[in-house]
């Protein structure tokens, strides 16, 4: 599971077509998670860019990955993400 995205780095620099992955999610008790979120020029280059986001977790909903993604994508920086 992973998001594709063009995004602008820090430098300016737009990269069509990155893929962006949720590569560590960790559980906050029984109500939150927490997790870094990496975007690759593509798959086998290292990430141009880490950042960490947090979310509720419903323990009865989805597996706390796919609630990452799905927080993701209600944000308005991953608003035009498309699944890959």
């Known amino acids: 599971m992973a998001l594709q995205l063009t995004k602008t780095t820090k430098s300016g620099i737009e990269v069509k077509s990155a893929y962006i992955r949720v590569d ?3 559980l906050n008790g029984k109500e939150n998670i927490t997790f ?3 975007s690759y020029k593509n798959k086998e280059l290292p990430a141009f860019e880490e950042n960490f986001y947090g979310c509720p977790y419903d323990i009865n909903g989805e597996n706390p ?3 990452a993604y799905e927080h993701l994508k209600t ?3 991953f608003s035009d993400a ?3």
């Open 75 to 77: 944000l308005p920086e």
């Open 65 to 67: 990955i796919k609630q």
């Open 82 to 84: 498309t699944d890959c």
């Open 24 to 26: 560590h999610l960790s």
């Open 36 to 38: 870094k979120v990496n």
